[in-house]
C-alpha cells in the first residue's frame, strides 16, 4: 500500500472510531459497534496487510479497482 494511503486508511479509521463513540455516548450506546467494527477491521488488516477501505479510497487503487500494491514493498 502507499504511503498516501497508509494515512487517508488511518483518518478514516480514527473518523469512524470517533463518530461511533459519539453517537454512541450521545444517541444509543448500539453506535459503539460502528467503533468496535473499525478496530476489529484495523486489527485484521494488520495481520493480513490488506484493508476493505483501501478499495473504495481514491488514490489507492487501481483504474480496474484493484488495490494500488506499494512500488517499494517486495
Known sequence: MP????FQV???????????????VLVNQWFLAISAFAGVNLLQSSFTDSCPAEYFLPGCSDEDGTAAEDPVAD
Request: aromatic residues 0%; hydrophobic residues 40%; proline residues 0%.
Open 10 to 24: 488511518r483518518r478514516l479509521g480514527g473518523t469512524v472510531v470517533l463518530i461511533g463513540l459519539v453517537l454512541g
Open 3 to 6: 504511503d498516501t494511503c497508509h
